[in-house]
């Protein structure tokens, strides 16, 4: 009860800090005071407060969109480790329910955008469906590979396919630990397309034609846009968490200090690291982005292939 | 009544009900006798079978006829069960959407009766083809499904484009069906039966006789079930077909192909492993090709054939994993396989018909299924956009509808670890990222078929105002689909919902027929149930959160509306939205290599052009423009030859033709 409750303050937390810290860094790196680091929440509040502004050509979908998205974000984050721990909820195989519900928000989105009838939201959703093909198969590599390699008795929980027992392998040998570095740059490059960071957008842009995630929302206003923006926040936090469980080396199904700690300070360290990038990298030509995301596959391709080469170091012999 | 005697009595009344839906007088009378007869053999089928779906032992008539037939058993178990369970009420609803769908037609004086006595003799051939183990019964049913699957298809028969469409089919089917007896053939010369039980006893007395029987029931099976690279014959039927067939070959008839290889898995005992994985990869290509066309379709119905490709794809792959399990004997693999399989061709069943429904009340109102030209029908159309939308998201297998519990169990066996090795395991793991592949693919194509046509503004203004004239015809009533085509449709999505929250439901009906091939293991179907509990608790809560969320969206009364922002535009147009072929361009380029495009442009010349320019985009099916290439070859190649045969010693050519064959027959008699 109590771990639910804490998860629960992380996920709230982190939504809200995250993005504010990133925003810091690059403002700081800028040579700007930049604005409050829980500036999200103030939007939001204010957001929240306004009447939102429909096109005419809209129909009730585009008004469902935005809370199908942060319906979907908030039900994979209840599976997410937001204290490298046992998360709110878990179960075996809980990465393709992850993953699908994933999906949904993607969907939705892109309903919404298509509901304006404005060619510059067709195309930002049109990029956002074809960049999400590319980058599924890569999640389900890695999602694999993790989950054989847990099967090959190297979990720090005893049993489980749940999201949770995936991501605190115990690293043994030289093979293990590319597949984890392989794992690392695959949810990286996930987490990029599905918070919308750069490489693969910039948020700070203002040229319509080049923005994926950006140009979805052009049209929503007021609580609408809140909610998109919460989903996004949670969608970054889950992501960042996710990935500091893995890179975490006192992460396990049993509470700790230790932990605890550690994951919250990875979460922003990576924040940090996420800005320090943002200020120093430019966008990916938008050409070349699906070749920026066949990375992340053929980083889950080089996992499964030192799956093989560990199994193969312990013997040949498979799965017990 | 007993349950044979119930099970046997449908099939006069189906036949008594198409005989009367040819003979009364008035249109009326006719559809009552078709539905009523089907409404009526349904529920003696359901009588006959719902003892089965309790987990009843198989129900056996055997009937004695004068040679060549002897008898002919009646024996349907769980599986066949299984199948009859909801291919006679989904063709009854079928029946019932025809009659509002072909309304304008028989207004018209076109005599429906025939129609709705095909429709019936469908129904008698799935009651033949799933309770039969006969084979030459069998093939009665498969040809009688094929053969009144092609007269449905050309109910628009003055069309050149339909005849094809329909030619094409039979031709395709009869392939297939040639096939089919070649194998029975070969079998009946072995055992000296027609009856699908001394097959199987022959087949697992001798697994490695008939190497190539594998193949030819492959072949045919694949053709009627439209699998990829057998699947030519499907996007121009679906395309030529009034909706309702379509809806139902691609989500009823069709899986008699399926139900086939089932059926043969079953006869065939343990199956050697190259079986799995060969039947695994097929159906992965299958779902992966099939899945690529249908992002780039503009034709919505050529759209919704093609992801049957994709849908019995899916299925195949989770029948390869379920013989992949059976010959490593490990039992919760095939439980998981052979049930993802089972539900999801019930789901894909459900989905599918609604949606080919849906794409004939789009038809109905525009007369048109191009999506370059539909646009902003959700306002026109609102039931019909519900029904596409829910069944949509459906398609694309997310939750919580009803097509992500099938695809759930395939990713479970697929990331299960159960191979003997572990490069196993890591096939088993792509496998798994292909259909994560297909998942995402067809959630893009799903977003792009609702949203072209349902959302955003009318693309053709000339669609727009000629659906204001038909409305100002048809009243107050609008265009959108009348109570006889939307009660099938609601009916559809409702239990796409109802068993996407609840899939126990579908799990009970999966279960008996799942037992069938778990009877050799600890683990059954029921495990199944529990091993998934956690999981339809979480789609049930997530059903509940949307369902919160939607409400308290929708109920937001304040509000101001104005026009669409054009990022500083102001003359934007509807023609200026994105169109459905700029909406999967960036997917079509990358796969170009598959997704062949064929590109008709007249380009502006001159400084002042003076001609309208124009430019056009198609995409052919790469495989049917492969074979018909081959076949154009094939023909000139002939043409080419017999020019080069000498035309004067006709005579002494022809002598020396048959001394050659003579010789080779000499030769390959005397060899072996």
Redesign the interface.
Known sequence: MTLALANLVALATLTLLLPGLVTRVKARWAGRRGPPIWQLAYDLRRLWAKVPVYSDVTTPVFRLAPYVALVAALASAALAPMLSTAPLASFDYDFVWFAYVWGLGRVAMVLGALDTGSSFEGMGAARAATFGVLLEPALFLVAGALSLYVHLGHGATAAGHSLTALLMPRLQGGAAVTLWLACVIALVIVIQLEAARLPIEDPTTHLELTMVHEVMILDHSGPDLAALQLAGAVKLATGVSIVATLLNPWAAARPSAAGVLAHLGLCVALALALGLSESLLARVRLRAVPAYLVLAGIAGVVALLALLARSAQLGGGGAP | MSSSAALLTALPVLLLGGGLAIGLPGGRARFLAAALSQAVATGLVWLSIAPLLGGAPALEVIWTWPAPIFQIAFRVDALGAFFLAWSLPLTLLGTIYAAGYLRPYLAAGRDGGPHFALLNLTSVAFVLIYSVQNALVFLVGWELAAVAAWLLVIWDYQSQRVRFAGFNYLVSTHVGLFVLVAAFMLLHSETGSMDFAEFGAYLRAHPTALGGLPLLFGVAFALKAAFFPFHTWLPRAHAAAPAHVSALMSGVIHKAGLFGLLRFCLLGGTPPQWLGWCVLLFGAASAGFGVLYTAAQRDLKRLLGYSSTENVGIAAMGIGLGLLGWSWHHPTLIALGFGGALLHIFNHALFKCALFYAAGAVFRATHTVDLERL??L??RLPRT?IVF?VTA?AM????PLNG?IG??LL??G?????????????V???A??????V???S??S???A???A????PRDPSIAASAAGAAGAAGAAGDDAPATMAAPMALHAISVVVLGVWPELALRLVEPALALFTARGPSGGAALAA?LA??LW?CR??AL??AI??A???R?R??????????GYVG?T?R???TAA??????SR?FRPVLPVLTREQLPRGTFPRDASRLGSHHVDAVERRLFEVLGQGEGFVRDASERIPEQPRFAFAAGLIALVILALIALGGGP
């Open positions: 646009g902003g959700a306002r956009a939308a998201l694309s297998g997310l939750p992500f695809e759930l990713y479970m697929l990331f299960s670890g159960a191979a003997p090795s572990s490069e196993g395991d890591v088993l793991v792509c798994a990222a292909v259909l994560a592949f998942g995402a693919v959630a893009l799903a977003a792009r609702f949203g072209m349902f959302l955003g503004a091993t956690p999981a979480a809560a997530l959160a949307l969320a939607g308290l969206a929708l937001r304040a509000r101001r509306s104005g026009p669409t922002w054009g990022c934007a509807p200026m939205q994105y700029s909406f999967s361009a960036q997917l990358l």
